[in-house]
C-alpha cells in the first residue's frame, strides 16, 4: 500500500477502505509518512469529504492509536457530555454533580483550556486544595460510591489526533466536518464513555457561526458515535451571547454553585436540564425526557445536587466550605463597573469578543504555557433583550489592575444597544438520529 495512492483516490472522491485509513494513521502516527504526504490528503479529505463508514473509520483508528481508558470497573452506563466550547459555558460544572447526584456514574477526564477562561480544571483549581492528581484506582472508587470524579487527561490519549490536528492548523484543513468530528469522537470514545451527549454551539461565539453549520457537524458526530456502537445525541444551543452571566473561573464555579442552589441564571439552568435529561435517560434512571427533567429539578430543589458537589470537591481535596460560603473563592482586588453609554434594548452581546476581554484581564490563556489569574473575569447584568438606562452598568469587570481601558473600549464595541430588540432562543435543536 502506497500512500500517495490513497492521496489521488481520495482527490478523485473516491472513498477510502478501513484498511487504508488505517495506514494512514499507523503510518503517520509513528513518523513513517511525512508532514507533506498527511497534508496532501487532509486537502483531499476537505474538498471531497467522506462517507459515513470512512468518518468511522479514521475516528477508530485514531482512537487506537494510543491508550484507551478502561471504564469497565466503574458500575453503570458511562454517560459523557462534550460542548464544542464558548464564552462563560459553566455547564460542566452544574452538570455533572447534578447528574450524578441521581445515580449516573460521571467519570470526567478533561484539560485545560486556550481561549477566553480556564477549562474544567482550571476552573475547580479555583476551590483551594482542589486537584486532579489522582491514580486510576482511586479515580474508579470515588465514581463507584460517589458517582463523580475528574482526572486530568493522559498524555497518550489519542496522539495520532495531536499529530494531525497540529498539521491542519496550519494547512488550512481545520475547517473540515469529517475532520472535525472524528477529532471530538476519537477523544470521546478513548476515554471510556459508553454514551456520548453533545452540545453543539452556534452563533459569533462558536465555532460553527451558522445553525447549518452546526448541524451538519452534529448529525456527523452523532453518525459516528452510533456507528462504533456509542448511544449518541447532540443539542445545537446559542452561543450568540455568553451562557448565563459570569465569565472567569471562579466566578464561573460561584455561578455554578447558585445553579446547583435554584438561583443560577435561567439560560445556564435550561442548558443544563436539557443537556442532563438526555444523560440520565441514557444512564437508564428515566423512561422520558420529560421524566428526567423531573429528576433532576428534584435533586436540586432538595439540595443532593449541591450536596454532591461539596462530596466531589472534599474527594479531590478541595475545600467544600465554599458551597455554603462562596467568598472563600478567589477575589479580585476591583470591581469596576461599566455604564450604559445610551438607553436603549441590548441587541447584540458579540460573544467571542466579550471572552477576549475577558482573556485580556487575565482569566484566559493565549498560549499554553501562560497563567491565569482565577479571580478576574466579568459578570454580565445585562443580556440580549433586556432593557437598559444610560449610566445603568451593563457588566462589573472583575480585575487586579485599575489600567483596563483597552478591556472596557473591547467591551463597548461589541455590546450593542438599539431602541428595539429580541431575546434569542436557546435551544435550536436536538439531534438523536
Known sequence: MRMVDLIEKKRNGEALTTSEIEFFIKGYTK??????????????????????????????????????????????????????????????????????????????????????TGGTIDKLESVSGFHVEIEEDQFIKLVNEDKLAVIGQTGNLTPADKKLYSLRDVTGTVNSIPLIASSIMSKKIAAGADAIVLDVKTGNGAFMKTIEEAEALAHAMVRIGNNVGRKTMAIISDMSQPLGYAIGNALEVKEAIETLQGRGPEDLTELVLTLGAQMVVFGGKAESIDEAKQILQKAIDDGSALDRFKVFLENQGGDGSVVEDTSKLPQAQYQIELPAQTSGIVTEMIANEIGVASMMLGAGRQTKDDEIDLSVGLILHKKVGDKVQQGESLLTIHSNSQDIEQVKEKLYDNITISESGQTLPLIHKVITE
Not at 77 to 96: E, F, M, N, Q, Y
Open 31 to 116: 513518523g513513517e509518512i511525512p508532514d507533506y504526504q498527511a497534508s496532501s490528503l487532509a486537502m483531499a479529505i476537505f474538498f471531497q469529504d467522506m462517507n459515513d463508514e470512512e468518518r468511522a473509520a479514521l475516528t477508530m483508528a485514531m482512537v487506537q492509536s494510543g491508550d484507551v481508558i478502561n471504564l469497565s470497573r466503574i458500575e453503570g452506563i458511562k454517560v459523557d457530555k462534550h460542548s464544542t466550547g464558548g464564552v462563560g459555558d459553566t455547564t460542566t460544572l452544574v452538570l455533572a454533580p447534578l447528574v450524578a447526584s441521581v445515580g449516573v456514574p460521571v467519570a470526567k477526564m478533561s484539560g485545560r483550556g486556550l481561549g477566553h
